[in-house]
């Protein structure tokens, strides 16, 4: 299985800050990567698929960039809502794995 | 407006069975790769299996926990899959999630049910 590892585990930061979290995947995946925001008590959300491509109605704000076996999440400017959870997933390979996710704390 | 649904969760004893139901609307059903994943408490997403759309077979895939225990089925007529569970353990318990995926999104989840509760204890 291919396991994917998500840095850092938690982030605190600020309303209007630059964020990023880091995926790394065991082997190479190409651009099979996507990226999922989840709420508490609620399904997760597609943000970012095929590692860089904006899922519709996902504000631009999120952006994500990398291949192979490193990639990024990067939130532009915090919204007091995106402090949640997110996670990495692979979708190249079953069975599909997820990083261990990042929650976003306010500082 | 797109909408998965899952129902039939609840409490069950291990070693006995359930089924998950996940009703559609909203989209081209058919058209869709359907997949299972499952959150345990407190825990992070783990995918459970897959099954692909009529025009790919709708040949299906496990993860290896519960491979030969679960299986997946759909009825495209009414839009629905199914996840059938048997002899269930006290680690399946976990918040079910459906999803649904296109070619167009590049067979990426891009449409998840609100989630169906699973608790197996005795």
């Known amino acids: 299985d291919i396991q994917m590892t998500q840095s850092p585990s938690s982030v605190s930061a600020s309303v209007g800050d630059r964020v990023t979290i880091t995926c790394r995947a065991s082997?190479?995946?190409?651009?099979?990567l996507a990226w999922y925001q989840q709420k508490p008590g609620k399904a997760p959300k597609l943000l970012i698929y095929a590692a860089s491509t904006l899922q519709s109605g996902v504000p631009s704000r999120f952006s994500g960039s990398g291949s192979g076996t490193d990639f990024t999440l990067t939130i532009s400017s915090l919204q007091p809502e995106d402090f949640v959870t997110y996670y990495c997933q692979q979708a190249i390979s079953f069975p599909y794995t997820f990083g261990q996710g990042t929650k976003l704390e306010i500082k | 407006e797109v909408q998965l649904v899952e129902s039939g969760g609840g409490l069950v004893k291990p070693g006995r069975s359930l089924r998950l139901s996940c009703t559609a609307s909203?989209?081209?059903?058919?058209?869709?790769?359907l997949s299972w994943y499952r959150q345990a408490p407190g825990k992070g997403l783990e995918w459970v299996g897959f099954?692909?759309?009529?025009?790919?077979?709708?040949?299906?895939r496990y993860a290896a926990s519960v491979e030969g225990r679960f299986s997946i089925s759909r009825d495209n007529s009414n839009s629905i899959a199914y996840l059938h569970m048997n002899s269930l353990k006290t680690e399946d318990t976990a918040v079910y999630f459906c999803t649904g995926a296109s070619y167009s999104s590049g067979w990426y989840d891009t449409y998840w049910g609100q989630g169906a509760l699973v608790t197996v204890s005795s």
């Open positions: 082997q190479d995946i190409s651009s099979w």
């Open positions: 099954i692909r759309n009529k025009a790919y077979g709708e040949t299906t």
């Open positions: 909203g989209f081209t059903f058919g058209d869709y790769a």
